[in-house]
């Protein structure tokens, strides 16, 4: 079975760091990282994350 994780950001902006490159979520945005790899979240506001689990 594999599961893979999908985000949602509604509200706030987050920026999500790996060992190769930070990226930048505005509201609106959807991403997907693995959770298999190092990474790290920050947010220098008010930011609401909502996931998504899907299992094959």
């Known amino acids: 079975m594999t599961r893979k994780t999908w985000e949602w950001s509604p509200r706030g902006c987050l920026q999500l760091s790996t060992a190769e490159e930070t990226r930048r979520f505005e509201p609106g945005d959807w991403y997907h990282q693995d959770a298999r790899k190092q990474h ?15 299992e094959r």
Not at 40 to 54: H, L, M, V
């Open 40 to 54: 790290a979240a920050k947010s220098d506001q008010d930011t609401q994350i909502i996931e998504f689990w899907f």
